[in-house]
């Protein structure tokens, strides 16, 4: 037998832990001094690093080395303070924390048994979210990786729900669900993993304000009746991924009543807002709905990933997971729940752990205060842009959300996107309303201050003006521009 290798010597660990939360605290004390989109190229990372693994095990100080090295220069800074694109988050540090425990305990949540204050420790932390949010007590949470993950077991549920028989016959070809235009597509790829096929998912039109009209929803599921079709599933949004609309849920709820439909609220983004008493009406009908998702991992300082489903029917989602009638009854007696039995998979880390120290921590007072300075700072970003006539907003302002546009045409607004974004001071996202090349702002971390907004704003205003002073003085003489316009070029 060879000698067996053993784990790092515990002295070592100890030190090199140490040395780890020190890179940490540097980090996030340090965050503004980090760009916030790297300066790499695709394939960079793999270029620099073997084709093959090591054949000898390799000392902490090289591997910690090339972390800092070649690792993090190439990640996009999601914890830095101008970090405004898609939903900006925070990993908080009781967070961080938190996801360092988890690792240490290393147990799989399958069972109750597998881990008791796992499973506990769950329940009782989805329990206090629940009342923070105002949802009913009846509402079962459980946390999966992501929304996505969230929404497709509303979808299994809500098929379960309608069609019991797709358990053994698969799932029939008439079910038809019901969407926004505006819903993210996590919606329809969770109908696509299930099978409904996309001729069966029906996208509503949506309103002036890029909310679903529920006449337009309702008298949708009149014509699918008639045609044979089975309605079995509406999915509202509250906080839509583009532009932050809110669906009108109560009527909706009363529609999926009418006809029997599961009710899904995507509230992934959005729901967090239900924290703020002021806020509170952003769940407004959703009490009525069959089963809801907020995402701590997005806009409540819980680092990636963390998704919360609540449903009031979690007999329907065990059912439709079911392969035995041992699950019946457990053999710890009835409150040990398994939470394996509510979902695809078996095996689940402790993703309970860092929420709980987060709500802890903050405690509900100091989470609503932040999302507040979030929504706060929004608004300011808002009113300078309503200031400067150069610039229009380009959709109602909600949550901590800014949708805007130069008053330029598309091709100006996009090389503004990306020349402020090249700098890599800050980073916007874009994306299209109503057909128009739109700048997107989404305040979301802990530590986006004033300043910061303000800083955005100065570089976009310079920006719109060097690119107006070259287009004068290009006009006439050049047409494509588009070369001249690299951002490397510019200086
Ligand atoms: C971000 C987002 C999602 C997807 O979230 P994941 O957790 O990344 O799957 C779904 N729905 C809405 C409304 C979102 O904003």
């Not at 800014?402 to 598309?410: E, G, H, K, S, T």
Request: hydrophobic fraction near 40%; proline fraction near 6%.
């Amino acid at each position: 037998m060879p000698d067996p290798i053993q784990d790092m010597p515990v002295e070592e660990f100890r030190r090199t832990a140490h040395e780890i939360v020190d890179w940490i605290a540097d980090y996030l004390q340090d965050i503004r001094q980090y760009p916030v989109l790297p300066d790499v190229e695709p394939g960079d990372l793999i270029d620099a690093l073997p084709a093959s693994g090591p054949e000898r095990g390799e000392p902490m100080e090289i591997i910690l080395k090339d972390f800092r090295t070649l690792v993090a220069p190439g990640i996009t800074n999601w914890n830095h303070p101008r970090f405004l694109a898609w939903f900006a988050n925070t990993g908080s540090a009781p967070g961080i924390l938190g996801e360092m425990l988890a690792a240490a305990l290393n147990v799989n949540g399958m069972l109750w048994k597998s881990s008791p204050a796992a499973t506990e420790l769950e329940q009782v932390t989805l329990g206090w979210l629940r009342q923070w949010l105002g949802l009913p007590e009846q509402f079962f949470g459980i946390i999966y990786d992501t929304a996505s993950t969230s929404s497709l077991h509303a979808l299994v549920a809500a098929r379960e729900l309608a069609s019991p028989e797709a358990r053994s016959q698969g799932t029939p070809q008439d079910l038809t669900l019901y969407v926004s235009e505006h819903a993210h597509n996590s919606i329809e790829k969770g109908a696509l993993t299930i099978g409904i096929g996309q001729r069966n998912v029906r996208h509503v039109p949506a309103d002036g304000e890029f909310r679903m009209q529920p006449e337009v929803l309702a008298s949708m599921i009149e014509e699918d009746r008639r045609s044979g079709k089975r309605p079995f599933c509406v999915v509202a949004t509250v906080g839509t991924t583009s532009i932050a609309s809110i669906d009108p849920v109560p009527e909706i709820a009363g529609i999926a009543e009418r006809y029997g439909l599961w009710l899904h609220v995507d509230a992934a983004y959005g729901g967090s807002a239900a924290l703020l008493p002021e806020m509170r009406y952003v769940l407004a009908g959703c009490e009525h709905a069959d089963s809801i998702v907020v995402n701590p991992h997005k806009w409540l300082l819980t680092p990636m990933d963390l998704s919360v489903f609540y449903t009031r029917r979690p007999e329907i989602l065990r059912r439709a997971f079911a392969l035995s009638a041992v699950y019946l009854d457990s053999a710890d007696g009835p409150r040990a729940l398994n939470y394996s039995e509510y979902g695809v998979q078996l095996g689940r880390r402790f993703r309970a752990l860092k929420l709980w120290f987060v709500l802890r921590y903050f405690g509900r007072e100091g989470l609503a205060a932040i999302l507040r300075q979030h929504i706060c700072l929004a608004e300011n970003f808002a009113e300078m842009i309503r200031g400067d006539a150069n610039f229009e907003i380009a959709a109602p302002v909600r949550f901590s959300l800014v949708c805007f546009r130069a008053r330029r045409p598309d091709e100006f607004n996009r090389r503004l996107l990306e020349r402020v974004n090249s700098s890599r001071e800050v980073f916007l996202s874009g994306l299209v309303v109503n057909g128009r090349a739109v700048l997107r702002l989404a305040i979301g971390n802990i530590r986006t201050s004033r300043e910061d907004i303000e800083r955005v704003w100065t570089l976009l205003c310079q920006t719109a003006r060097e690119l107006d002073s070259e287009i004068n003085q290009l006009d006439g003489t050049q047409p494509d521009i588009s070369d001249s316009d690299r951002p490397d070029n510019r200086r």
